[in-house]
């Protein structure tokens, strides 16, 4: 398996277990939970940034990328804000479904943009994919938390998307889009600093302080995969955290499963395996020629 799969498989599989984390900090308010991941993701990114290269942050960017620094900080923070409200509001399924949709556009977004070629197979696992999602979007949720989904997808999917163009390090992209991210939510949300974790009774503020690994950590590694393989490829490997996701909602947390939600699960996961065997059946064909000797 090549290095980007196990970056990208690594990354996916760290947000699909995040609840466990994220779910210990419910007692706070979802703004003072974004300023903490903010706060502490940009000290540990320019802290690693400066210990590694030595060098003036400022410097370590090129000019190159800073134009698009401020799009991606922007739907970062946007994505994080819409996802812990949805998941506050008591909104999870949608959140979940949000995870299933951004795959569809990243790919999307990949062949038309990027000009990454899809072959038949992958188109038809494609228009599955998108028939299974929309049947379960439209029969098992509102409006208004459709809206939610396709919010949290949106920003998820143009987040790697437009990230594919910043050839800074990672930890320094993710320094200054924490730190372009942190003057935003100061300039509308100052009060937030009222929720310092120095004001926290002591088990929650040393939670809040591990916000940072807990959000450089896979952030990180999915960003290092946008740059190891095509995005096509990285998007179809999302569907492990929302899968991830149901099955800690339905085993840990012991939220209502229904037959309707298993089957869903079972549709998206018969077109993932659609979508990848045409590739695999490839490369065994290849290895095969490799390994057989020549008459």
Request: glycine share 8%; charged share 10%; with cysteine.
């Amino acid at each position: 398996m090549s290095q980007g799969y196990i970056v990208a498989v690594s990354s996916f599989v760290i947000f699909g277990l995040s609840p466990l984390y994220w779910h210990l900090l419910h007692p706070v308010h979802h703004e003072v939970i974004i300023f903490h991941r903010l706060l502490m993701s940009a000290l540990l990114a320019g802290t690693a940034t400066v210990w590694n290269s030595r060098q003036s942050i400022h410097n370590l960017l090129p000019s190159a990328g800073k134009r698009f620094i401020p799009v991606t900080s922007i739907l970062c923070l946007s994505n994080w804000g819409l996802c812990i409200w949805t998941i506050n509001q008591g909104y999870v399924l949608d959140a979940s479904m949000a995870y299933f949709i951004a795959p569809l556009i990243s790919i999307v977004l990949a062949a038309w943009r990027l000009g990454e070629r899809l072959t038949a197979n992958q188109k038809h696992s494609i228009a599955f994919l998108t028939t299974v999602i929309c049947v379960r979007a439209f029969t098992a949720g509102e409006s208004f938390g459709l809206l939610l989904s396709l919010g949290i997808a949106a920003t998820f999917s143009l987040y790697g998307y437009v990230g594919k163009s910043i050839t800074a390090p990672i930890y320094t992209r993710l320094f200054w889009e924490c730190l372009v991210g942190l003057s935003v939510i100061l300039s509308f949300k100052p009060h937030v600093v009222e929720g310092l974790f120095l004001y926290q009774p002591s088990h929650l503020a040393k939670l809040l302080m591990c916000t940072g690994p807990a959000t450089l950590i896979p952030l990180g590694l999915y960003v290092w995969g946008t740059r190891l393989m095509p995005l096509s490829s990285l998007s179809i490997l999302q569907y492990i955290c929302p899968t991830l996701m149901f099955f800690l909602g339905w085993g840990y947390f012991q939220q209502e499963t229904s037959w309707g939600d298993l089957t869903f699960y079972l549709g998206i996961w018969l077109g993932v395996a659609y979508y990848i065997f045409n590739p695999v059946h490839r490369w065994r064909t290849v290895r095969q020629t490799w390994v057989t000797p020549r008459a």
